[in-house]
C-alpha cells in the first residue's frame, strides 16, 4: 500500500533514521506485464492525491505531474538513460520502450485526475 509506505517511511525520518538507496541491492522477482503494470500504475496515482493531501505539496505535485501527463518523455534524457545501461538486449528495444514510458505517463495523469476527482467528491 503506498500511502502506508510514504506514513512508515515519513515516520522512520522523523525517528532519525536515513533510508538509502543502495546500489547493490537486487530484485529477484519477475517484472511485471504490460497490462498488471498499467493497473498498478494507475492504483498508485489514485493514491498520489491522498498523499499528497495528507503531507503537504499538493498544488505543486498535482500541477507538475497533472501537466506532465500531457507531454511524452524527452527523448535525448531517455536514450542517455538506455546508453547508461549495461544490458545490451535493452538498447535493441529503445522504441518499445520509449513508448510504454509514455503509456504509462499517461495512466499516471489519468490515475491522478481520478483520484481528485474522488477527494473532491468525499469534500462534498
Same mark, same amino acid.
Given at each position: 500500500n503506498l500511502k502506508s509506505?510514504?506514513?512508515w517511511s515519513?515516520?522512520a525520518?522523523?525517528?532519525?533514521?536515513?533510508l538509502?538507496?543502495s546500489e547493490?541491492?537486487?530484485?529477484i522477482i519477475?517484472?511485471?506485464?504490460?497490462l498488471?503494470?498499467?493497473?498498478?500504475?494507475?492504483r498508485?496515482?489514485m493514491?498520489q492525491?491522498?498523499?499528497?493531501c495528507? *503531507?503537504?505539496?499538493?498544488?505543486?505535485?498535482?500541477v507538475k505531474k497533472g501537466?506532465?501527463?500531457?507531454f511524452?518523455?524527452?527523448?535525448g534524457?531517455?536514450?542517455k538513460?538506455?546508453e547508461?545501461?549495461e544490458k545490451?538486449?535493452?538498447? *535493441?528495444?529503445?522504441?518499445r &520502450?520509449? @513508448?510504454?514510458?509514455?503509456l &504509462?505517463?499517461?495512466?499516471?495523469g489519468t490515475?491522478l485526475?481520478?483520484? @481528485?476527482a474522488k477527494?473532491v467528491g468525499?469534500w462534498?
Amino acid at each position: 500500500n503506498l500511502k502506508s509506505d510514504v506514513s512508515w517511511s515519513t515516520k522512520a525520518v522523523k525517528a532519525g533514521f536515513n533510508l538509502s538507496f543502495s546500489e547493490d541491492a537486487k530484485a529477484i522477482i519477475q517484472p511485471r506485464r504490460l497490462l498488471p503494470l498499467i493497473k498498478k500504475q494507475f492504483r498508485v496515482a489514485m493514491g498520489q492525491v491522498a498523499i499528497w493531501c495528507e *503531507h503537504g505539496g499538493f498544488f505543486g505535485n498535482f500541477v507538475k505531474k497533472g501537466l506532465l501527463c500531457f507531454f511524452p518523455p524527452n527523448p535525448g534524457k531517455f536514450r542517455k538513460i538506455i546508453e547508461q545501461t549495461e544490458k545490451e538486449y535493452i538498447k *535493441h528495444k529503445i522504441m518499445r &520502450l520509449y @513508448l510504454i514510458g509514455y503509456l &504509462l505517463r499517461v495512466v499516471n495523469g489519468t490515475g491522478l485526475f481520478v483520484g @481528485l476527482a474522488k477527494r473532491v467528491g468525499r469534500w462534498l
